[in-house]
């Protein structure tokens, strides 16, 4: 950007309206997340589900992409790790997001009441947002 060009912020309004455009994609977690906390993209997709707290979200390494493949790294600096707190909007928007994760390990395609969550294991580095299945 030159000197002169002006960047400007979504105001509140704009922001939600922005992030409600998104509810019936599969990114609208992604998004809110974004738009939300501030946090960066490969951050965001370095989320596990062990990352979620009571109304906090805590950052700690970010996607790395290499030669040799996909990875994670940690933040560059002790600050670059950091809890960030949420409101109730966000928060229940990742808990349908790690309902979503759980139901998916599990095999489950269709969300049911049948299921209790609780008793679906995953492996504690499991991803909030994991890679969707490669189409063949």
């Known amino acids: 950007m030159g000197k002169s060009e002006i960047r400007r912020a979504l105001e509140s309004g704009q922001l939600a309206a922005l992030v409600y455009g998104f509810r019936d994609m599969a990114i609208y977690g992604i998004v809110a997340t974004a738009a939300l906390t501030g946090a960066r993209r490969n951050e965001i997709l370095a989320l596990r589900l062990t990352d979620l707290g009571d109304n906090t979200v805590t950052i700690a390494r970010a996607l790395e992409e290499t030669q040799d493949g996909r990875g994670f790294k940690q933040p560059k ?13 966000l928060a229940a928007i990742l808990a349908a ?16 009441d049948v299921v209790d969550i609780s008793l679906i294991k995953v492996p ?6 994991p890679a969707p299945p490669a189409q063949r």
Do not use: K, Q, V, Y
Request: hydrophobic letters at 35%; one cysteine or more; proline letters at 3%.
């Open 77 to 89: 600096t002790p600050r670059g790790t950091r809890t960030i707190a949420i409101d109730n909007n």
């Open 97 to 112: 997001e790690r309902r979503n994760c759980l139901l998916l390990a599990a095999g489950i395609t269709e969300d049911s």
């Open 124 to 129: 504690e580095d499991a991803l909030l947002f």
